[in-house]
């Protein structure tokens, strides 16, 4: 069962993670990994969330591990990092880096402490 619950929320977040990087990316004309950068922090943000509620087992299946797991990309992350490295882009990429990480962990923390409040 908790596999169909993760397969289920992959199957939700992997194609919104696709469509979101898309309509945002083709509103930049720089190299910035907008899209990407985007779906990981609202990842974070949720993830967050859900740790700071205290949801159940399948509820952290199907949201947590299914639906964050696809929408989010780390693999991406460091391949686009790679690639404004590669580009000579050195800025994009040492922000790419920073943002991701300061950015995300401050969306992670503001899910925890806003769904611990709230329950």
């Known amino acids: 069962m908790t596999g169909l619950l993760v397969v289920l929320g992959a ?13 945002i990316q083709t509103r930049h004309d720089s190299g910035f990994p907008w899209g990407t950068l985007t779906v990981n922090l609202t990842g974070c943000l949720i993830l967050g969330a859900l740790t700071g509620a205290a949801v159940s087992s399948p509820t952290y299946a199907l ?56 329950s």
């Open 11 to 23: 199957m939700v977040g992997a194609p919104l993670r696709y469509l979101t990087d898309r309509a």
């Open 63 to 118: 949201l947590g591990t299914g639906f964050c797991g696809a929408l989010t990309t780390y693999s991406t992350f460091g391949y686009e990092t790679i690639r404004l490295t590669e580009e000579r882009s050195y800025l994009y990429a040492a922000l790419n880096v920073t943002v991701s990480i300061v950015a995300g962990l401050g969306a992670a923390l503001l899910g925890f402490t806003t769904a611990h409040a709230l």
